[in-house]
């Protein structure tokens, strides 16, 4: 062997210590949480804003979903590739600081345009995390441990979901104990106002713990492609779809569809139990926000563990089989819950429907981890959540409150809208896992491949 050929040989890196690493995925998690506590936080005040501004169901969904993905899924492809490339950490600090800020400036709407705006402000702020996050963490963690890693990641969404509502219950206690807030040139701030000044403000406190994250070496990067092979290609993830294309369908299409429920059950669920039990708004945030904060974190983290199991004991394709059983269950469980006699008889089955709906949560992002080269995860990442939020954020409230406006007429048939809702779209994702199962082991087969052939160099 020369000294030259000694010289170019690469240096392999060491994974950083368990302890930090975990450290890491904290500081990303916590930030998450606080992403999805200032992206719900409206869940719980579509009363007094459909009150305030004049406005249908319809229109009220609009702020939660349209409003929000709008510039989330088009400035998400813009922070995958920066992802790929630039430095993780400063994307994610700039992120957060800008959408705590557009989340104050909804405190400051004063007709339904204003807060149109500020929900895409919001949206744009909040596609910088997820693409740099999980890059982040694919890099702190060998294989093995990464779905427990995601999984904590991940789980931390369904943390921020419940504890938006029980932050905003407790907001609009407190608001209503202080004395009336009047800005000159915007009038006297109503409760719900005051509540999304609150959450934006303190919002920004949560990132501290980010500034002592370092920035990981990348690890996994895919060879160079020569010359010749990149003037016959269009690009490394064009090539990439094609050679996963069964795989990426059916995952992108399962998992849209499954966010289309999940997000649409999220936005009007509170709501439901405002109009049919006749719930004060903080009394449901305080229930409901608690068991999606707990149930929705023991769901993910435990969920991560039964993968690992199952993946273990040679079932590859867990990445869909978990999914397959678990929106099944929860089918059953959650359409029982829209129909359920009484509140507390729901609340009791939407506590297991939450928990067996978050057990699949961290494989959603991790099996695109485990098939991507380190290169394009970010931008798959982006590509995911763009088509994931069009269909999901995006459309899922909308979806409920067509139902609601336009086929039963009835402000208070919300439940009969969310149940037809997930009789509708539970079996149809489950049939395209059902398909997809053949390409996940396909992709998953050349991912290994490419790993073995990057670490042994």
Same mark, same amino acid.
Request: proline share 5%.
């Given at each position: 062997?020369?000294?030259?050929?000694?010289?170019?040989?690469?240096?392999?890196?060491?994974?950083?210590?368990?302890?930090?690493?975990?450290?890491?995925?904290?500081?990303?998690?916590?930030?998450?949480?606080?992403?999805?506590?200032?992206?719900?936080?409206?869940?719980?005040?579509?009363?007094?804003?459909?009150?305030?501004?004049?406005?249908?169901?319809?229109?009220?969904?609009?702020?939660?979903?349209?409003?929000?993905?709008?510039?989330?899924?088009?400035?998400?492809?813009?922070?995958?590739?920066?992802?790929?490339?630039?430095?993780?950490?400063?994307?994610?600090?700039?992120?957060?600081?800008?959408?705590?800020?557009?989340?104050?400036?909804?405190?400051?709407?004063?007709?339904?345009?204003?807060?149109?705006?500020?929900?895409?402000?919001?949206?744009?702020?909040?596609?910088?995390?997820?693409?740099?996050?999980?890059?982040?963490?694919?890099?702190?963690?060998?294989?093995?441990?990464?779905?427990?890693? =995601?999984?904590?990641?991940? &789980? $931390?969404?369904?943390?921020?979901? +419940? #504890?938006?509502?029980?932050?905003? @219950?407790?907001? %609009?206690?407190?608001?209503?104990?202080?004395?009336?807030?009047?800005?000159?040139?915007?009038?006297?701030?109503?409760?719900?106002?005051?509540?999304?000044?609150?959450?934006?403000?303190?919002?920004?406190?949560?990132?501290?713990?980010?500034?002592?994250?370092?920035?990981?070496?990348?690890?996994?990067?895919?060879?160079?492609?020569?010359?010749?092979?990149?003037?016959?290609?269009?690009?490394?993830?064009?090539?990439?779809?094609?050679?996963?294309?069964?795989?990426?369908?059916?995952?992108?299409?399962?998992?849209?569809?499954?966010?289309?429920?999940?997000?649409?059950?999220?936005?009007?669920?509170?709501?439901?139990?405002?109009?049919?039990?006749?719930?004060?708004?903080?009394? =449901?945030?305080?229930?409901? &926000? $608690?068991?999606?904060?707990?149930? +929705? #974190?023991?769901?993910?983290?435990? @969920?991560?563990? %039964?993968?690992?199991?199952?993946?273990?004991?040679?079932?590859?394709?867990?990445?869909?089989?978990?999914?397959?059983?678990?929106?099944?269950?929860?089918?059953?469980?959650?359409?029982?819950?829209?129909?359920?006699?009484?509140?507390?008889?729901?609340?009791?089955?939407?506590?297991?429907?939450?928990?067996?709906?978050?057990?699949?949560?961290?494989?959603?992002?991790?099996?695109?981890?485990?098939?991507?080269?380190?290169?394009?995860?970010?931008?798959?990442?982006?590509?995911?959540?763009?088509?994931?939020?069009?269909?999901?954020?995006?459309?899922?409230?909308?979806?409920?409150?067509?139902?609601?406006?336009?086929?039963?007429?009835?402000?208070?048939?919300?439940?009969?809208?969310?149940?037809?809702?997930?009789?509708?779209?539970?079996?149809?994702?489950?049939?395209?896992?059902?398909?997809?199962?053949?390409?996940?082991?396909?992709?998953?087969?050349?991912?290994?491949?490419?790993?073995?052939?990057?670490?042994?160099?």
């Amino acid at each position: 062997m020369t000294p030259s050929s000694v010289a170019a040989a690469p240096v392999v890196e060491p994974f950083p210590p368990a302890s930090y690493a975990w450290f890491a995925v904290g500081a990303l998690s916590l930030v998450n949480m606080v992403s999805y506590v200032e992206r719900q936080i409206l869940t719980l005040l579509f009363a007094p804003i459909k009150r305030d501004f004049h406005l249908t169901d319809t229109e009220v969904s609009l702020l939660a979903g349209a409003a929000f993905v709008i510039f989330f899924v088009l400035f998400g492809l813009l922070f995958g590739r920066l992802a790929d490339r630039g430095n993780r950490k400063r994307i994610i600090l700039l992120g957060a600081l800008f959408w705590s800020l557009a989340t104050t400036s909804c405190g400051l709407a004063q007709n339904f345009i204003h807060l149109f705006v500020a929900r895409i402000s919001v949206g744009i702020g909040e596609a910088s995390l997820s693409p740099s996050a999980l890059s982040t963490i694919s890099d702190y963690f060998p294989r093995e441990k990464l779905t427990r890693a =995601i999984s904590f990641y991940t &789980g $931390a969404q369904y943390v921020g979901a +419940g #504890l938006a509502l029980v932050v905003g @219950g407790f907001a %609009i206690h407190l608001v209503a104990q202080l004395p009336p807030i009047d800005l000159p040139g915007l009038g006297v701030l109503r409760p719900w106002q005051m509540t999304f000044v609150f959450v934006g403000l303190g919002g920004m406190l949560f990132a501290i713990p980010m500034l002592f994250v370092r920035e990981p070496v990348r690890r996994g990067m895919a060879a160079p492609v020569s010359a010749e092979a990149k003037a016959a290609q269009r690009s490394q993830l064009v090539s990439f779809f094609s050679a996963n294309r069964r795989m990426l369908a059916c995952h992108f299409m399962g998992f849209s569809l499954s966010s289309m429920l999940g997000f649409g059950v999220a936005s009007w669920v509170p709501t439901y139990f405002i109009r049919v039990h006749h719930w004060a708004a903080q009394d =449901i945030g305080y229930a409901y &926000g $608690a068991i999606m904060a707990f149930m +929705g #974190l023991s769901g993910a983290l435990v @969920g991560g563990r %039964i993968a690992e199991w199952m993946e273990g004991r040679g079932v590859k394709d867990v990445y869909f089989v978990m999914p397959m059983i678990t929106a099944s269950t929860n089918m059953v469980l959650f359409v029982s819950a829209m129909f359920a006699p009484s509140a507390t008889v729901a609340l009791a089955l939407l506590t297991l429907s939450v928990f067996v709906g978050t057990l699949p949560l961290s494989l959603i992002m991790a099996s695109l981890q485990a098939v991507a080269p380190n290169q394009l995860r970010g931008q798959l990442v982006a590509l995911f959540s763009f088509v994931a939020n069009i269909l999901g954020v995006a459309s899922g409230p909308t979806v409920v409150a067509l139902l609601t406006d336009y086929v039963y007429r009835d402000e208070q048939a919300v439940g009969l809208s969310l149940a037809t809702t997930s009789l509708v779209i539970t079996p149809i994702v489950v049939a395209i896992w059902g398909f997809g199962r053949p390409g996940l082991r396909h992709s998953l087969d050349r991912a290994n491949e490419l790993y073995r052939t990057t670490e042994s160099r």
